[in-house]
């Protein structure tokens, strides 16, 4: 295994000085509105409103996880993927025809209704499909969401809430289980939820840290538990800052994402939570595939070919790397299923065409759309750039 560590702040950096002086600024005003794992002023401010941005622009994160070069073999179809949160906005349009509404179990209404937004903007990450050529998109377009509502209108749960909401997506046939929303403290009934999940054949994934940490590094729930695939955060330049005390497996985009919110139009977050959605998405790619894997077959895929941190693993920030969707797809099957991603050999990926020219050209182009993206896209591109034929 070669010493790939992030580059992505020192790539982003020679890119921007190598942009013209003519990149126009970012538009005040035009930066698209923030969506929150809670939202402690939706008394006094009411639910979230509709983006009047057009979802015209992909994340960073999308150019980086590049899901387009996987759709030839999987776009997840046949795949139901659970998002236990807040709720989905049933109106969205970039999930029109695939959301599969499942219980409520909190608050008023059913589950198509998403006062906080970021289950809908999960939702987008997971499944959602490009309303505006070239817009927004999720990794599994074609993947089925179940929406299990767990939720208040502030965001927030309990343990119990989370354990009842796994049951009933795990019920309802979901082979994916996304818990978008971490809970500080532990229950039997939610790890016995875990283990249900496992034993039908379902994988829950979850976040490591609440989206908006707070300076606090305190392992949460369900990602503690065994059997659930934790997720950690990316940004532009690498992991996410800050110490955590629970266990990584994998790692994902999570920093200053942009996708859909309710109503339609463009919004942004960051946290585990939308890394957590980006996972599901890649797993769902992977079970279209192969529909066979039991959930810890379905780890050991994710984690053999994810993108290496280029230290001991797991690593304390990424586990076994960031998650990978074209080599999850593409890389060639090992001979022996019982391998594990610490002993496995490294995964053999077909090299792509050069696109060095035309990621140079899109860095340009993106000046218009303000510098956070421009470094975004500009960071993990440096992956395109290693080769794939090792790890």
Avoid at 59 to 76: F, I, K, N, V, Y
Avoid at 155 to 170: E, K, N, Q
Avoid at 340 to 361: C, E, F, N
Wanted: charged share 15%; net charge neutral.
């Amino acid at each position: 295994m070669s010493g790939r560590r992030w580059a992505g702040a020192a790539f982003a950096g020679a890119l921007l000085a190598a942009a013209p002086a003519a990149v126009a600024a970012p538009t005040p005003g035009a930066d698209p509105p923030p969506l929150t794992q809670t939202r402690q002023d939706v008394q006094r401010n009411g639910c979230v409103k509709p983006s009047d941005r057009p979802a015209d622009v992909p994340s960073w994160s999308q150019r980086a996880l590049r899901p387009e070069e996987a759709w030839s073999l999987s776009r997840g179809a046949g795949v139901t993927v659970a998002v236990v949160g807040s709720g989905v906005d049933a109106g969205s349009p970039a999930l029109a025809g695939r959301l599969q509404l499942g219980p409520r179990l909190y608050g008023p209404g059913d589950a198509g209704r998403d006062c906080v937004g970021h289950g809908t903007f999960a939702a987008g990450l997971v499944a959602g499909r490009s309303t505006v050529d070239g817009g927004a998109s999720g990794l599994a377009p074609d993947a089925r969401v179940l929406v299990v509502a767990v939720t208040d209108d502030a965001g927030s749960t309990t343990p119990d809430l989370l354990a009842s909401g796994i049951r009933a997506a795990v019920d309802k046939g979901a082979r994916v289980v996304a818990v978008v929303v971490p809970v500080a403290g532990a229950s039997d009934a939610l790890s016995e939820a875990v283990t249900y999940a496992g034993a039908h054949g379902a994988l829950v994934v979850a976040p490591v840290a609440p989206d908006a940490r707070g300076g606090s590094s305190a392992a949460v729930f369900p990602a503690s538990y065994p059997g659930v695939l934790a997720v950690a955060s990316t940004g532009p330049g690498g992991p996410a800052g800050g110490t955590l005390d629970g266990r990584v497996d994998l790692a994902a985009p999570g920093e200053g994402v942009t996708g859909t919110g309710p109503g339609g139009g463009l919004f942004t977050a960051s946290g585990p939570g939308c890394a957590t959605a980006y996972v599901a998405g890649t797993a769902a790619l992977v079970l279209a595939l192969r529909p066979d894997l039991t959930p810890e077959q379905l780890v050991r895929r994710l984690e053999t070919t994810a993108y290496r941190p280029g230290t001991r693993l797991p690593d304390a920030a990424v586990g076994y790397g960031t998650v990978d969707p074209v080599a999850a797809v593409t890389a060639s099957w090992p001979a022996a299923a019982h391998q594990t991603a610490a002993a496995a050999d490294p995964v053999v990926v077909t090299p792509g065409p050069d696109r060095s020219g035309t990621w140079r050209a899109l860095a340009v182009a993106a000046g218009s759309a303000g510098v956070m993206v421009l470094v975004g896209f500009g960071g993990l591109t440096v992956r395109l750039g290693r080769r794939r034929g090792g790890v």
